[in-house]
């Protein structure tokens, strides 16, 4: 800065700042703040240490404190008392004034009484054979009728994905649930045989009704979080697989529609489809064990292979896969705040299950 204010006469001041690489804005700027006197540079502090004349006095702040946490005004929102009293005649200040002595007292937000934020535990489920745990849910179904949706329920085993049962209905009830359940339980005899079932929070899963009749038939009912679908991922997996089908109509004609191309599917699905998730055999065949079988006959192709051209397998001699030997849903991961040997238990809506999570959780 002082080069450029001791510059040779006669040369221009931008060419000096051209030379020196600064910008002229930021020297006329130096220029005008040396050229300026004391009062000048006070006027320009900033002003927030400043009274502002148009404020309120601390008694009328007091006032307006007096009606906002009075009995009858405490839980209502500003906005309703400063209508009030309008109403009444009365003004003490404008809406943003009572805002703003609320959110100076830290008193912002709602001012009625709330619920206290709820924690679910997390379900944490474990199948090492078909028939220990089950998994079910409800999906719609669109018809042509714009607006008019049919229910889809389905109950899979979770260790084979097995569909053990299914149904298309007009309606979605706790009653219908019950139809099912007991049908399913009946026809795997598996009544006090400490079957698992999880589900979501739907109207039909919670249902005092259907609660009771699991509990009579000795059944464990397990529940996903609110609005965390990751905790049923079976079920919602079988129904992706289900809507994106080549063949789904995408709307049905009605239920006799529905209920054939889901018996269609459900026969393809359980005995035809190699899942993924099962080392690419059938549902079927993991459910009745025949997959041993089938590995067999697998390994025996590979080895057959391998035998004669062993040098396309770089990595050896090729193992053919297995199903997981488990399936579990929400796995407890390993940190310093569970104990090694802490078991994977089924979480369920008992209180013996309940506080089996708050001992090893």
Known sequence: MTLVLERPPGLPLAAACRALALNRSFVYAKLRARSRTPEQIAASRSRRGCVQPR???????????????????????????????????????????????????????????????????????????????????????????????????????????????????????????????????????????????????????????????????GVTCSHSRPRVSNDNPTSESQFKTLKYQPDYPGRFQNVEHARRWCDDYFAWYNHQHHHSGLAFYTPAQVFTGQHHEIATVRQTALDAQYCKHPERFVRGAPRVALPPAEVIINPVEPNTNTSADAPLVNFSTLPAAREAMKRYL
């Open 55 to 217: 404020a309120l006095s601390e008694q009328e702040r007091n006032d307006i404190r007096e009606v906002l946490y009075a009995e009858e005004h405490r839980d209502q929102p500003p906005a309703e008392i400063h209508a009030t009293l309008l109403e009444q005649g009365r003004y003490l200040g404008s809406l943003s004034t009572f805002h703003r002595i609320l959110r100076a007292d830290h008193t912002q937000g709602d001012r009625r009484q709330q619920r206290p934020p709820r924690h679910h535990a997390t379900p944490r489920l474990l199948a090492k054979a078909p028939n220990e745990v089950w998994t079910w849910d409800i999906t719609k179904l669109a018809t042509v009728q714009r607006g008019e949706y049919l229910s889809l329920y389905v109950i899979l085993d979770l260790y084979s994905r097995y569909a053990l049962a299914w149904m298309v209905s007009r309606k979605e009830n706790s009653a219908l649930a019950q139809q099912l359940m007991t049908e399913a339980i009946a026809r795997y005899d598996l009544a006090h045989s400490n079957l698992t079932l999880h589900q979501d929070r739907g109207s039909p899963m919670i249902a005092r009704g259907y609660l009771d009749l699991m509990a009579e038939f």
